[in-house]
């Protein structure tokens, strides 16, 4: 499960440009399992935690804000480390290119312990 791919996302806000009728409601309904879906103990969670270097020069309208600065990014992370062993909540964003093999992978992706703690209330 990808949320952004496998949700309808507003194709284009900034002109106006919004989900359909129908797409606001699936979206909706998608929105009711996501912190099930994060939380479950077997559900293997990839975090792109950053951008490529040339991101900025694509000029793709790309929404820069640093990932844990963003609310749906923080909130789905934090629901992923709920319940989750640490080495099923991966870090992409740690990846230097180079492992070979599910473990290289793994270790890589999870390096500081793979996830953040929980939050105190």
Not at 16 to 37: C, N
Not at 101 to 108: A, C, D, K, S
């Amino acid at each position: 499960f990808w949320d952004f791919g496998s949700l309808h996302q507003h194709p284009d806000p900034a002109n106006g440009v919004m989900r359909t009728e129908e797409q606001d409601t699936l979206f909706k309904q998608g929105l009711e399992i996501l912190g099930t879906s994060y939380s479950h103990l077997h559900t293997i969670v990839l975090k792109l935690t950053t951008f490529p270097d040339n991101v900025e020069d694509l000029d793709m309208g790309v929404n820069m804000t640093a990932y844990y600065d963003r609310g749906w990014c923080y909130t789905e992370s934090y629901w992923s480390s709920l319940a989750q062993a640490s080495g099923l909540s991966l870090d992409l964003g740690l990846m230097s290119g180079e492992a070979i093999g599910r473990t290289q992978f793994i270790e890589e992706c999870t390096q500081n312990g793979g996830r953040r703690p929980p939050l105190l209330p």
